[in-house]
């Protein structure tokens, strides 16, 4: 794989907060383009386009459709992922690397399934507090941001349900995973996939975590990195909707990318949860950009 330096890298706002209950994480796309990631990643010697917003309706014009049942607002969520998905895949037919700015975790239903679509053999890093691995059998809010993973591997309703590839339990790694609903625990013990919790990270180190990953992920020729900035230590960043104590340092969250940078498979990243509101001086947006330098070549020396 060419070095990222040479490639065109294209960002995609979508200012999404139909997937959970707290508004503001909507603005989450500004914040991070305030933060000057285009410039940050331009002076890595990446050419970058900013190709704008999805739209996305107000959460006050959507009444939940009978198909909806316990999963709130999923029609809209669908059809707002479905026009992720169709935005996608312009950019994997263009060869560039693709940054999705959220907006809630459910964009990920859309940016996945085109990742899946850009070759045969792609890997996903899901970097997050929470497994996502709710249904709407088992979910405790109806918050369709806790049932990504669920919905790509088509365990959700048909409006939840984007693109022709389902995600296989062997496709993805969890890394972070610190706070599961109880019978999502059970579902994810049991689904195949490979969850690092934050209990690997304090006994064995984030370089040993990454390594498991990679070595798990290692017959993929490419790898998406879906990343939610609760994975993070509430008191490193503190504009996220669902904060879990005892989440990454900055250092873990930095050391996890530079090693992605040197593996040199990623060809899409999910920056997502992001919520000024609840933000002190756009710290979190800058913590985003800064981890988006590292994976993509920003280096110490």
Not at 47 to 66: L, M, W, Y
Not at 67 to 82: F, K, M, T
Not at 262 to 289: C, F, M, Y
């Amino acid at each position: 794989m060419a070095s990222t330096s040479s490639r065109s890298v294209r960002i995609i706002g979508v200012p999404m907060d139909l997937g959970q209950s707290r508004r503001g994480v909507d603005m989450g796309p500004s914040a991070v383009r305030y933060a000057e990631l285009q410039k940050r990643l331009s002076h890595l010697g990446l050419h970058v386009t900013d190709g704008g917003n999805i739209a996305v309706p107000v959460v006050e014009a959507i009444d939940d459709t009978p198909e909806d049942g316990l999963a709130h607002q999923a029609s809209a969520i669908g059809a707002v992922c479905r026009e992720i998905y169709r935005q996608a895949l312009e950019i994997v037919e263009h060869d560039e690397i693709a940054i999705f700015l959220g907006g809630d975790h459910s964009i990920s239903i859309g940016t996945v399934a085109a990742a899946l679509h850009r070759a045969d053999r792609v890997g996903v890093l899901w970097i997050d507090a929470h497994g996502d691995f709710n249904t709407p059998q088992t979910t405790l809010t109806g918050n369709v941001h806790g049932m990504v993973v669920a919905a790509l591997m088509g365990m959700c309703p048909p409006v939840l349900t984007v693109g022709e590839r389902r995600l296989r339990p062997e496709q993805i790694v969890m890394i972070g995973v610190r706070d599961l609903d109880p019978e999502e625990r059970v579902a994810l013990r049991a689904s195949g996939i490979r969850v690092l919790t934050m209990r690997d990270i304090d006994e064995k180190g984030m370089a040993w975590v990454i390594g498991e990953a990679l070595a798990a992920l290692s017959d993929f020729d490419v790898l998406h990195v879906s990343f939610d900035m609760d994975s993070l230590d509430p008191q490193v960043v503190s504009g996220v909707g669902t904060p879990v104590p005892g989440g990454l340092t900055y250092r873990e969250a930095h050391l996890l990318m530079e090693l992605l940078h040197d593996d040199g498979r990623v060809r899409s990243l999910d920056l997502v949860e992001i919520n000024p509101i609840l933000d002190t001086a756009n710290q979190t947006a800058q913590v985003a950009v800064d981890l988006a330098a590292s994976l993509f070549g920003q280096q110490i020396l």
